[in-house]
Each structure stands twice: as C-alpha cells, then as structure tokens.
C-alpha cells in the first residue's frame, strides 16, 4: 500500500532549536509539496518540487526555513531557528506527473515552546 | 493564478439529509479541482477530483461534485448524510496537465446530528 510517510509524527522543541522534517514521497511521483495547517491559516502552501528542483517557495518566510529534495526518496523541511508561531501541523504530499492529484501524509505536529 | 473560495466554515445536517458544500474557484488556466476530507488527527485523503472529463464527477463514500464552469463553481453533495461524515471538506484548485500548484481553500467543518 504506497503512501507518504512522514517523520517524526510529533515534535517539540525549544524556541531557537534546529527543526528538520523528513518526507518519503511515493515511489514513482515526481511532485512533492510541503503544507501548514494551523487554526487560524489553515493550509498553506510553503513550497513545492518538482522532478526534485524547487518551482515555488513564495509561501515559506525565507531567513528560517528552507526545504530539499536530497534525492528522489527525500524531502526535508528546516526551521532554524524554530520559533513559537511556527507551532503547526506540517504536511507532505506527493503527486504524479500531471498534477491529477496529491497523496497526503499522516503530518509532523511541531509544538515550539 | 489559482485560488479557491468554500462558503461557509461550519456545515451542520441531520443524519440522513442532503449534504451540499460549496466550492467556487478563480483559475486563469483550465482548472483541476478536488474535494479532501480530513478526519481528526490525520491527514488528508483525496474523495474525488475533475481533470477536464465528465463534469459530474462520483467519488467514495457516496460523495460527488459537478463542475459548472459557467458559474466557476464545484459543489460537493451527498444525498444522504452519515454520522460518519462528520470531518472538515477541503475544495482545491490546481492548473490543469503538469503546470500548478494545488492551492486549498479554507475548508468547511462538517457536523452530523442524530
């Protein structure tokens, strides 16, 4: 059964501390997109991948976060240094060529403090 | 540009009557557009999407959505609600073929009352 897989699931974390989520996308697809949820946002959209290169990080405040596409089977999104307003659930999906739809993961629940 | 409007944060029906979530969308391009549902604590999952083909489009759990371009609309209906579909409803909208991103709207809350 192929799916995102997300790691960790929770996290929490000191203000100022280096936050790194990891993202497996599923075998095969080409486009990866990394989303926060939060009550007042909703989802947003951060940044998203395709072929592993970046399209478009306008959604990501640039002097703290930053994503990657190590290789194929990876995608990390950093934080440093985290802060209390980043406190969100962090989504990973994955889609195939074509853009006919995202798979989601289970999401990274990231507490500052 | 994308950009997707759902009317209505909160939702609530009775069991067994009509669900209707509304979803309208901008797109400069040819839209594909989605229904997720999102249960608590989990992520999302993927109910039914239109990619240019039938504009009624029937997806799972009984849930299906007609595109009418003529008013940039997608709503969501279900003829018949279960308690089991209590969760929140996001509308998406990306750029049809390999072009866009998948942009979201704010989501409508679903309650379902015995």
């Known amino acids: ?21 990891r993202c497996q996308p599923i075998l095969g697809h080409n486009t990866v997109f990394w989303y926060r949820q939060t009550m007042m946002q909703g989802l947003e959209l951060l940044a998203y991948f395709r072929n592993r290169a970046p399209l478009d990080d306008s959604g990501m405040p640039k002097d703290r976060f930053s994503a990657e596409m190590p ?35 289970q999401g990274t629940r990231l507490t500052v403090v | 540009a994308q950009s997707v409007t759902q009317l209505g944060s909160h939702v609530s029906v009775s069991e067994g009557a009509l669900v209707l979530l509304r979803c309208n969308y901008s797109s400069s391009v040819p ?47 279900k003829p018949s609600a279960h308690m089991s579909d209590a969760a929140e409803y996001f509308c998406a909208v990306s750029g049809s073929g390999n072009t866009g991103k998948l942009i979201f709207g704010q989501g409508t809350t679903l309650q379902v009352k015995p």
């Not at chain 1, 089977?73 to 006919?100: H, M, W």
């Not at chain 2, 240019?52 to 799972?60: E, F, Q």
């Open chain 1, 1 to 21: 059964d192929a799916r995102v897989t997300q790691t960790p699931r929770h996290k929490v974390t000191e203000m100022g501390q280096e936050v790194t989520m």
């Open chain 2, 31 to 77: 839209p594909y557009l989605f229904w997720y549902v999102q249960y608590p604590n989990q992520g999302l999952q993927l109910l039914l999407k239109y990619t240019s083909a039938a504009t009624l489009v029937k997806g799972i759990n009984g849930f299906e959505a007609e595109f009418k371009k003529s008013e940039t609309s997608f709503h969501l209906t």
């Open chain 1, 71 to 105: 290789d194929a089977t990876l995608a990390t999104l950093k934080i440093q240094p985290s802060e209390p307003r980043d406190s969100a659930v962090y989504f990973c999906a994955s889609g195939p060529r074509g853009n006919t739809e995202a798979f989601f993961g």
